[in-house]
């Protein structure tokens, strides 16, 4: 399969670092036109230079995607710049793991906001301009913690649940239109993902799990399907952990 998204233009949620950074990287290896947002702007404005260094295209648009607002001028700003957007990759997640007696209504919110409420700003924004060109593909970074309820997770596995939960409707709404839709769905990934509210800079568990580039790879997988073909759960898991 050739794996090309040349005449595409891609959004990448969350691509300041570790799964959104690394596929922003890959997207624009494979031809397409990348916008990448996240609130980090010295971090979003350093990915974008260097796709356009290596003679890609990119933009950055600094952003909380947890905001409407904020989603309104990012889809302004991309169709300013491109015209359209083809992929939207709601990448954009958070974590704070530990005991239910440990997590706060904040941390809830939290969670959830950027995690669920994200992606339904974004996909609602998006989505209309898909539908009427009849393509359009939108990705989702959910998790393992989507699929299966797991300890000391409890309001992220919630949050990923219901991610997982949206996607799937989307998929039977959109499909017949054309616009595919599709979930991936990783294990541990060494990134800096909950340093600080749950995971450890230094751990040594973090060296044995999946790299950025690794789930990168699974997203170009769903993105690049022949025309008649969608691919919408992949899940993934280190060889350190068991399912």
């Known amino acids: 399969m050739t794996r090309t ?3 595409n233009v891609a959004l990448v949620t969350g691509a300041s670092s570790g799964i959104g950074r690394a596929t922003a990287y890959a997207m624009a290896e494979a031809g397409a036109s990348v916008v990448v947002t996240a609130r980090r702007t010295d971090r979003i404005e350093e990915v974008a230079q260097r796709i356009n260094e290596t003679g890609g295209h990119a933009i950055a648009v ?3 995607v947890t905001l409407e607002d904020d989603v309104d001028r990012l889809y302004n700003a991309a169709i300013a ?3 359209r957007v083809d992929i ?3 990448n954009a997640g958070v974590s704070k793991y530990g005991p239910l007696d440990s997590i706060t209504a904040d941390d809830y919110d939290w969670m959830m906001n950027t995690n669920m409420r994200a992606s339904f700003l974004c996909t609602r924004r998006f989505l209309p301009d898909m539908l009427a060109h ?6 989702f970074l959910a998790s393992v913690a989507g699929l299966k309820g797991l300890p000391n997770e409890t309001v992220y596995c919630a949050s990923k649940f219901a991610q997982v939960g949206f996607a799937q409707a989307l998929d039977y709404e959109t499909r017949e239109t054309g616009v ?3 979930v991936i769905a990783p ?7 909950a340093i600080g ?3 450890s800079e230094g751990d040594p568990m973090l060296e044995a799990m999946m790299e950025p580039e690794d789930i990168a790879e699974a997203v170009m997988f769903a993105l690049t399907q022949p025309e008649k073909a969608r691919t919408f759960l992949i899940g993934m898991r280190p060889m350190s952990e068991p399912l």
């Open 5 to 7: 998204l040349t005449d």
């Open 187 to 193: 294990g541990g990934v060494h990134t800096e993902f």
């Open 197 to 199: 509210t749950g995971r």
């Open 62 to 64: 600094t952003a909380d």
């Open 88 to 90: 939207l990759f709601n």
């Open 134 to 139: 009849n393509r359009g593909q939108i990705c």
């Open 81 to 83: 710049a491109f015209g």
């Open 180 to 182: 595919k839709v599709s």
